[in-house]
């Protein structure tokens, strides 16, 4: 694994040195932060191939954190860690940028294969999907529309995927809710009508998603 680097974050120094010690082991090159702030400098500074970063932290938190290294454009795999199994944790997580969720206590054995998944899918050829002047790298959420970049929540990213699969036909609300919230949301359809309005907010003139009265929404005429 030489030449692979991680960034581990977490503000407790115990469990930052058995993460340290267990990647170490393995052959990694690892730089570790305590906090948040410390943790975006050692981004620009270390250029990591992945961030493993703690949920839970004082001051600017590890779901910010992520926000941040989405919003720059960066794209290195992100494993959250956390004390809480709970389903709007990890939703939380996921739309924030994350690529996969560890609940504490966890054995280094499972971390380790989580890491080594995140860095075989790193390893694998971009898939980029694109209608006209509107582009999407589906594994870095990484979108644009001509020369300009867009930012993109997690479900933002997901709802422009799910269109952009299937272009010129019309995905439904029921379909949306299904692929992009898992089927499990309390939330109504209504929502796959938000998250549409600050999809076309975001991609500008002139507009790309058509409302199908009744129905749901296109991509395209």
Known sequence: MSGVGILVVDDDPPIRRMLERTLVAEGYEVTTAADGGSALVEVE??????????????????????????????????????ARDAVDERVAGLDAGADDYLVKPFAPEELLARIRALLRRGREPAEVLTFGDLVLEVSTRSAQRGDRRLVLSGREAALLELLLRNSRQVVSRELALERVWGGVTAASPNVVDRYVNYLRRKLGEPPLIQAVRGTGFILGR
């Open 45 to 82: 500074r270390a250029a990591p191939d992945i961030l493993v970063l703690d949920v839970a932290m004082p001051g600017l938190g590890g779901l910010e954190v992520c926000r941040r290294v989405r919003t720059k454009g960066l794209g290195f795999p992100v494993l959250l860690l956390t």
